[in-house]
């Protein structure tokens, strides 16, 4: 994830983080991206304690980060972006959880974050807490894709914010299972964008679910066979963010370590 894609994912969480649930996402990897969200719930909780009296004490939102640390399809050996420092000797597997826990306690956020090892939609059946803001980065098939978006999205309260990372909408610049999901959240599940950058999308879910339907289970199918209509690109302000992220050493940490916080195709 490039620096400008990383602030804009902060802006949104620091955003999010403001109003109540968790943050999650989908596809720790190294933790680049994970300590961006980490940075902007803490000053979240920071600008809402000095709205506060001093006794008054906020926690940060609560950051959730979900992998099952065996790597993508593109982390696999043979393919581009395999590290052969990333496979564990004994299993012979791709395995990047001992490396997000030493980026995590480098960064100083373990007590932000909290990490989840396990496949994507089996943890999704079991949950339960409306989320603020889904970030989903995980595989970039089309079965993983819709694995994280369906199973995930119903899980996002009302208002909160599903940003999607490698949106690519010709197919020369990238693969489509991103760009898919992006698509059906806009064109049949109630979801407006609110901005764009480079291929980061942030969206925001209507403040109203269907009738009788709970925040954490509305209803996101499968995808229908509707023609995508066109959506007007949306700014977002980095100017903004990378002024917040000044005062973040978690960010700061992100933008000038080139591999303590590896964010392989992330």
Not at 94 to 111: M, S
Not at 114 to 131: K, N, R
Not at 186 to 194: E, I, M, N, S, Y
Request: hydrophobic fraction near 40%; charged fraction near 15%.
């Amino acid at each position: 994830m490039p620096p400008h894609e990383g602030l804009a994912l902060y802006q949104a969480a620091v955003q999010a983080a403001a109003t109540s649930g968790p943050l999650l996402e989908i596809g720790s990897y190294c933790g680049k991206s994970t300590i961006y969200l980490a940075a902007a719930a803490r000053a979240a909780s920071t600008r809402a304690a000095s709205t506060r009296a001093a006794s008054t004490r906020d926690t940060a939102a609560p950051v959730i980060t979900l992998d099952h640390h065996r790597g993508s399809e593109e982390h696999q050996p043979g393919w581009e972006y395999h590290d052969p420092d990333l496979v564990d000797p004994v299993t012979g597997r791709i395995d990047t959880l001992p490396v997000l826990r030493r980026v995590l306690a480098t960064a100083g956020v373990e007590d932000t974050v909290t990490v989840i090892v396990g496949d994507s939609a089996t943890v999704a059946a079991i949950w339960a807490t409306p989320l603020a803001l889904l970030f989903i980065d995980g595989g970039h098939t089309d079965a993983a894709a819709q694995a994280d978006y369906h199973g995930w999205a119903p899980h996002l309260r009302p208002g909160g914010l599903l940003v999607i990372h490698d949106v690519f909408e010709d197919p020369a610049d990238g693969g489509q299972a991103p760009y898919r999901i992006f698509r059906t959240a806009l064109d049949r599940d109630g979801f407006h964008q609110v901005a764009a950058t480079g291929s980061l999308r942030v969206l925001q879910r209507g403040e109203t679910v269907q009738s009788g339907t709970p925040a954490n289970s509305a209803a996101v199918g499968p995808a229908g066979s509707s023609p995508p209509s066109k959506t007007a690109r949306v700014a977002g302000s980095p100017a903004s963010a990378a002024s917040a992220s000044s005062t973040a050493p978690a960010v700061q940490e992100v933008r000038s370590s080139g591999h303590t916080a590896r964010s392989g195709t992330t």
